[in-house]
């Protein structure tokens, strides 16, 4: 997806339509900053903006993320290369939030034995060393629980049995059995529980 097509797409429909950053800001309840960040193809319009946008240059959706103009013979085509395209970005962040869910967790571990065996080394038993033990275990909990976070929202689980991918809450990918990503959960469509591998796309 190329933002600055997009940018570009998006300022050449607002002058068409003789509409300045300022009065496009203000039909969409936003600030002239946020469409001067969409011009200059730093950032996608949020979805719930999408529509009113759209609406308002006079285009769709599909010609917005593809940033021109679409011939109604090339329509399906580029629909086609648009879902690909966005599938290939949410692989692409899923990936991301798995390896910084890595990253927190390796960090998290060193810290946390690093820590407490520094601290047993160097210290007294005493209440030094008992507050450093319970700080540094609930930043280590904290740690777990926030890279547990990006383990569910980075793409889905899919049921062994009919193959279904979903989105479990929180409490469920917490309190099921796990090996790594693979989790024991109850799967939404078929209703058993299975190991579940993590996938990164619909």
């Not at 999408?50 to 109604?72: A, F, P, T």
């Not at 085509?77 to 910084?100: A, I």
């Not at 917490?174 to 299975?194: A, M, S």
């Amino acid at each position: 997806m190329n933002l600055i097509k997009i940018g570009k797409f998006i300022a050449d429909c607002r002058k068409s339509k003789n509409i300045t950053q300022e009065q496009l800001a203000e039909k969409l309840y936003i600030t002239d900053r946020a469409v001067s960040k969409w011009e200059r193809g730093l950032s996608l319009p949020d979805a719930d903006k999408m529509l009113d946008l759209c609406s308002i240059l006079d285009i769709n959706v599909n010609e917005l993320l593809n940033g021109e103009k679409i011939n109604m013979k090339d329509y399906e085509k580029k629909t086609e290369e648009l879902l690909v395209e966005l599938s290939r970005q949410e692989e692409k962040k899923n990936k991301r939030l798995m390896m910084d869910m890595w990253m927190i967790l390796i960090i998290a571990v060193i810290f946390y034995i690093g820590i407490l065996t520094i601290s047993c080394i160097t210290l007294e038993e005493g209440p030094l060393l008992g507050t450093i033990i319970v700080i540094s275990t609930f930043t280590f909990i904290a740690a777990c629980f926030y890279a547990l976070k990006l383990e569910v929202d980075a793409g889905y689980y899919e049921c062994h049995n009919c193959h279904h991918r979903f989105t479990p809450t929180y409490f469920e990918a917490l309190i099921t059995p796990h090996v790594h990503t693979t989790r024991f959960l109850k799967c939404p469509k078929c209703g058993k529980r299975t190991w579940s591998k993590k996938t990164m796309t619909k």
